[in-house]
DNA sequence: TCCCCCTGCTAAAAGCATTTAGCAAATGCA
DNA sequence: TGCATTTGCTAAATGCTTTTAGCAGGGGGA
């Protein structure tokens, strides 16, 4: 506890050089001219002690603390955006970074004082992460960190990472064409002012046009389009079993797992068999997509690449937004061929 | 991007005083014999130019950094870990505190660089985080600052926050008898290592110890024990189909949601009713549970409780280990007696 | 009047690492 | 030998805040 920290002093003193020979070893300067053997006492010195440069100081004179924030609206309300912190811790160890976290709740005072910590210990950069793609809202500060903003967007700040929804769309319908389905396809989930992007978030509206393209280009009509708000599986078991009495869909495709999961639910109930009866595909990746029987086929959100890429746009100062690709998990709601 | 952050300096200089005065005011120093008039004016002066400390400074002269350090092995591999970060999160913004995350994913090459990381930031306190209640390895280093551990306990720092698992136990049982049913029951997924503490979690022996006490209080026997090593769904699917073959139970005790998931599936195919003919109760309160149609009865992990729980702990330097309550969320799994 | 204490404030050091400017000795070249 | 470079290293400044030590002036008591 009152053990004294060695500080580059100490270091110094033990090789019985400058502190400034010192810092310029330990810190790997190029130009140097020091001796071999200056470095070598230098190391060895750091090693026995064993040196650990303070932080604090460092950033002090350098203004670079290889500290990134992480400040998002809801870490963890769907499990599943967690996957957005992942990836960014990742991204940020193999950067040598190290990750502050914040938590706002959506609540501008909050975000205020969020990002007023994280200048304060002046961090290198912000990534605004949303849990649901959307405009994010920035507080009106300065801000003079590079800043990125994940699965959302910022009129603000123009780098954002996304999900590129549009392709994902249609690879949901070209992934019922290639099962041999062209008709009898309900759409579960579908909600006007949603898909008008007015609500909720901008880029499901791309996944409903990169749907209707796909639908388009393959001469394709939904059977019927099932609107609701939530998209939760009560909702999906609901209008799934109203659909089933009315006339049985050969496929379902839903924009979401959790709906999909509440179709399986009508499904069994109705004693209809995924994929024989009726397949279906859905959107997410969501853990439940593996539990289910037969497990779910679902175009991926790729939360964990997104967080990753969100921190390498942060350091390497990107000016572009980006999309990136949602993977499609096959697993058996889908016949084979 | 240029514009100079402004210091204690420029305070005390629009003040009129000098930097030390500044300083005193602005940290609420009690016993300081400046004068009204002198407050005023730096805190007009600090408010005018927007000031805000540089925390950098601040922690290399004060040793104090208002940072605190969680260290998992995984945040969210089970979505739900999250909660934990959430509940920690919580805590250090009530405390005025910021929170480093660092993952290790169980590696020691990894534990032993996040614990550098976090020392070499000055943190005010580390918290080791696991997972799955364990016995959590800790690099062998030097730590000079408050720890505590987090779903999980190490020899070298007693302080602890764990779920109080055999009271936990006990209501899965009494919650049972309150629904009527005495016998009948099935236990699924009991592992006799797991029960002998040997393996995985000891806190998940106590879960079976209140298990069994509150079994044995109420003169109750397992009808059967439904073994496995991993607690997922496809698991539970099996053994319960099995076990209705063989014999149908009054009501099946999960280990965990995910087992109960499975077992609703075998349930349903098998076109028995949840409660009417099986009755079923659970662990965890994973997000699934109120998924599942009817919602699952369990008893739940105060994830977000312990974490921040822990962080009071941790910054009120605390030296004993504590237990969290587990939570009842009775939902439509047993029946109404 | 002299001494002491209180009030209100400040100069300077400390905390630790990085960086600029520059010094002394050795070497190179003519 | 004499001058310019190069080599190898260091003193001191810098970043910003907190804290210690202490100064100047006014008032009270003896």
Redesign the pocket.
């Known amino acids: 506890m009152t053990k004294?920290?060695?500080?580059?002093?100490?270091?110094?003193r033990l090789a019985?050089?400058?502190?400034?020979?010192?810092?310029?070893i330990?810190?790997g300067?190029p130009d140097?001219?020091?001796?071999a053997?200056?470095h070598a006492k230098v190391h060895a010195a750091a090693a026995s002690l064993g040196?650990?440069?303070?932080?604090?100081?460092?950033a002090?004179?350098?203004?670079k603390s290889r500290l990134i924030a992480f400040i998002s609206d809801y870490v963890a309300t769907t499990r599943f955006a967690s996957g957005l912190i992942r990836g960014a811790l990742a991204g940020a160890e193999a950067a040598k970074h190290v990750m502050l976290v914040l938590e706002t709740g959506g609540e501008p005072a909050r975000e205020i004082q969020a990002v007023e910590a994280a200048l304060d210990r002046q961090v290198d950069g912000l990534i605004f992460a949303a849990m649901r793609a959307r405009e994010v809202f920035v507080p009106d500060l300065p801000i003079n960190v590079p800043t990125v903003m994940l699965n959302g967007t910022s009129a603000r700040f123009p780098v954002s990472v996304l999900p590129d929804e549009y392709r994902g769309g249609q690879r949901a319908v070209e992934l019922l064409r290639a099962a041999g389905i062209s008709d009898g396809v309900v759409l579960l989930g579908h909600n006007a002012e949603v898909e008008a992007g007015l609500f909720r978030s901008e880029t499901i509206a791309r996944r409903f046009e990169g749907i209707r393209a796909a639908m388009q280009a393959a001469d394709m009509r939904f059977m019927a389009e099932l609107s609701c708000w939530n998209w939760e599986p009560g909702h999906g078991y609901e209008l799934t079993r109203k659909q089933i009495k009315a006339a049985r869909p050969r496929a379902i495709l839903c924009l979401n797992d959790r709906l999909a999961f509440g179709a399986y639910q009508a499904l069994a109930e109705a004693g209809l068999r995924v994929p024989e009866d009726v397949a279906v595909v859905s959107f997410d990746n969501d853990e439940l997509a593996s539990y289910l029987r037969p497990g779910l086929t679902t175009i991926g959100l790729p939360h964990e690449d997104m967080g990753r890429r969100a921190v390498e746009l942060l350091l390497s100062e990107a000016s572009a937004p980006e999309l990136i690709e949602m993977p499609v998990i096959e697993r058996g709601s889908l016949p084979r061929p």
Chains 1, 2 share one sequence.
Request: glycine share 2%; net charge positive.
């Open positions: 004294k920290r060695v500080t580059l002093a100490d270091v110094a019985g050089l400058s502190t400034t020979a010192a810092s310029m330990l810190t300067r140097t001219r020091l001796s053997d200056a040196y650990r440069p303070n932080v604090a100081a460092r002090l004179r350098t203004d």
